[in-house]
T-cell receptor, first 113, second 114 residues
Framework: EADIYQTPRYLVIGTGKKITLECSQTMGHDKMYWYQQDPGMELHLIHYSYGVNSTEKGDLSSESTVSRIRTEHFPLTLESARPSHTSQYLC????????????FGPGTRLTVT | KNQVEQSPQSLIILEGKNCTLQCNYTVSPFSNLRWYKQDTGRGPVSLTIMTFSENTKSNGRYTATLDADTKQSSLHITASQLSDSASYICVVSDRGSTLGRLYFGRGTQLTVWP
């Protein structure tokens, strides 16, 4: 079992609310990632980070933002949630190197009503 | 365009039976290919990882094969168990960027019936 945690696991929230999805890892990994996954669909990379104070946008355009102030913490924020943001959000981390392993958290299932 | 295609989309088998899942990819330049298992409502967990020079890798009842020439991989599950019910995702990594971008298939949803 990987040491990467996400909270909350499930969140139902109304349109227009600000939300923050938490992700923490205790493996000391420099690289961290946020993916979005809809049912039956592939994972899409929305944000990643090479280390502290490094954040980049991924392949899939997202209205969310991320921050990386500490190595172990990579929160994702939606300033104003909309029904189109309803999805599963998965956080992952990895070491440096060629054949690195990405370890995934359990995910946050977000529903915006 | 880098893509990963998996088949079948879904599969139902009886407990104790074997099955094989397929993955075709067009990712280039190729770095490695991994199979992940994703239980419902959970994050993916790695089963196997294979580089260009490897053509088979086993992890218990899971055996993955790779043909880098035809860009095909398969995941064979022997003596299936109820706990094998999950989505199996083929993931290909390229070595064209410092990030080592991962390309995900949509997964094969496997259901094992008693």
């Amino acid at each position: 079992e990987a040491d990467i945690y996400q909270t909350p696991r499930y969140l139902v929230i109304g349109t227009g609310k600000k939300i923050t999805l938490e992700c923490s890892q205790t493996m000391g990994h420099d690289k961290m990632y946020w993916y979005q996954q809809d049912p039956g669909m592939e994972l899409h990379l929305i944000h990643y980070s090479y280390g502290v104070n490094s954040t980049e946008k991924g392949d899939l355009s997202s209205e969310s933002t991320v921050s990386r102030i500490r190595t172990e913490h990579f929160p994702l924020t939606l300033e104003s949630a909309r029904p189109s943001h309803t999805s599963q959000y998965l956080c992952a981390s990895s070491e440096e190197g060629g054949d690195y392993e990405q370890y995934f958290g359990p995910g946050t299932r977000l529903t915006v009503t | 365009k880098n893509q990963v295609e998996q088949s079948p989309q879904s599969l139902i088998i009886l407990e104790g039976k074997n099955c094989t899942l397929q993955c075709n990819y067009t990712v280039s330049p190729f770095s490695n290919l991994r199979w992940y298992k994703q239980d419902t409502g959970r994050g993916p967990v790695s089963l196997t990882i294979m580089t260009f020079s490897e053509n088979t890798k086993s992890n218990g009842r899971y055996t993955a094969t790779l043909d880098a020439d035809t860009k095909q991989s398969s995941l064979h599950i022997t003596a299936s168990q109820l706990s094998d019910s999950a989505s199996y995702i083929c993931v290909v990594s390229d070595r064209g960027s410092t990030l080592g971008r991962l390309y995900f298939g949509r997964g094969t949803q496997l259901t094992v019936w008693p």
